[in-house]
């Protein structure tokens, strides 16, 4: 199951998760990506994504729906985490990458049935 940028949209970060876990088969994997709630994800996702490069609509992303690490892993805690990574956007390439770096984007990979 894959869910990029999506959790920070939904009214019930839990239960999107449940659904998700439902949904995944019993040796399958589900993978979420978001946005992390920091100053610097603030300045990029918000203000510079929205209202200087107008990558997208002013006002479709809320800063406080923004999860931290910490906070997804807690959300997903009864599921086995078994990576986060953050990735990254260069500007000048136009590509992404994985980083170390979550301060902005990250990404979990929850895997059934390894636990």
């Known amino acids: 199951m894959l869910a990029c940028l999506v959790i920070e949209h939904v009214a019930d970060p839990l239960e999107f998760c449940k659904?998700?876990?439902?949904?995944?088969?019993?040796?399958?994997?589900?993978?979420?990506?978001?946005?992390?709630?920091?100053?610097?994800?603030?300045?990029?996702?918000?203000?510079?994504?929205?209202?200087?490069?107008?990558?997208?609509?002013?006002?479709?992303?809320?800063?406080?729906?923004?999860?931290?690490?910490e906070e997804l892993v807690l959300i997903l805690q009864r599921a086995s985490i078994s990576e986060m990574a953050g990735f990254v956007y260069n500007p000048l390439t136009r590509e992404w990458s994985l980083s170390d770096d979550t301060s902005v984007n990250f990404i979990v990979f929850g895997a059934k049935g390894s636990e």
């Open 19 to 69: 659904s998700l876990a439902a949904l995944t088969a019993p040796t399958g994997a589900t993978v979420i990506s978001t946005i992390n709630r920091s100053v610097r994800s603030y300045a990029t996702a918000i203000i510079a994504a929205e209202y200087l490069l107008n990558w997208l609509p002013k006002g479709t992303h809320q800063w406080s729906r923004f999860l931290t690490p």
